[in-house]
């Protein structure tokens, strides 16, 4: 995002509204820190300013800083999914798409929140550690998987290294057995991380709309507190064998 000087009255009603921090007065007007700025777009979606003095850079679009505003502004549709946010919306469907069969679980490793952020090498720190125990299987649909170079190191593209965005989710989907290791593996990494993160484990009940023995115990065992979070989508089911 851009203030253009000429036009800036320094009020600085814009500057609340920024998440990150990065709207700042230089010469009694207001300005935009690029390098703190995730492209998010909430100072201008507020309409605050009175004299319209906020912008779009024109490099909003462009490679690699195109990914702030993908992953950051709720209202842009990103250029890898399709969709709007920065996961699938498969994970919210599941009772539909079934991506995440029986005996499998879906993991979801959300990081960031806004006023925070996070930089995309603490993406690399996480992609790295699954890959070093084996686990090189990243959604495909998922747009961090578009974003890794060798999917054997867990590297990320090396320009993309220095971006930062509101946050980003890794997804993956695995068969139950190896939900202890995975969990190991996160566990392993957070000292490595300069963010908060969310970690999710998706699953499908059993009869009687019980969590499959094992999942809770694998959780708990690696020292991670959990809480039910369910996504039906009521009629729109179908049958499974």
């Known amino acids: ?15 609340p509204y920024c998440p990150a921090g990065a709207i700042y007065f230089e010469d009694c007007r207001s300005v935009v820190d690029q390098d703190r700025c995730y492209e998010c777009g909430t100072c201008l979606r507020s309409g605050v300013c009175p004299v319209d003095a906020l912008r779009e850079p024109p490099n909003v679009y462009e490679y ?20 709007q946010g920065r996961g699938t919306e498969e994970s919210k469907t599941n009772d539909v798409t079934l991506r995440i069969g029986p005996g499998e679980v879906g993991i979801a490793i959300e990081i960031g929140r806004p006023t925070l952020g996070m930089g995309l090498r603490d ?9 070093r125990n084996g686990i090189n299987d990243i959604e495909p649909n998922n747009p961090i998987n578009s974003m890794i170079l060798d999917p054997l190191t867990g590297d990320l593209k090396p320009e993309l290294l220095d971006e930062r965005v509101l946050s980003a989710i890794i997804e993956m989907q695995v068969r139950r057995e190896r939900l202890p290791e995975i969990l190991q593996t996160i566990r392993q990494v957070i000292p490595e991380l300069d963010s908060v993160f969310t970690l999710d484990v998706a699953t499908l009940l059993e009869p009687g ?13 690696q020292g991670f507190s959990w809480r039910p979070n369910a996504k039906i989508n009521m009629g729109f089911g179908r049958v499974s064998e």
Not at 1 to 15: A, D, H, N, P
Not at 123 to 131: C, D, G, N
């Open 64 to 83: 690699p800083r195109a990914l702030r505003k993908y992953f950051s502004d709720p209202t842009s549709t990103h250029a890898v999914t399709g969709i």
């Open 123 to 131: 993406i690399q720190k996480i992609t790295r550690a699954l890959a």
């Open 1 to 15: 995002m851009i203030v253009f000087k000429e036009t800036c009255v320094g009020c600085g009603r814009c500057q």
């Open 209 to 221: 709309l019980t969590i499959p023995a094992g999942i809770l115990a694998a959780i708990e065992d």
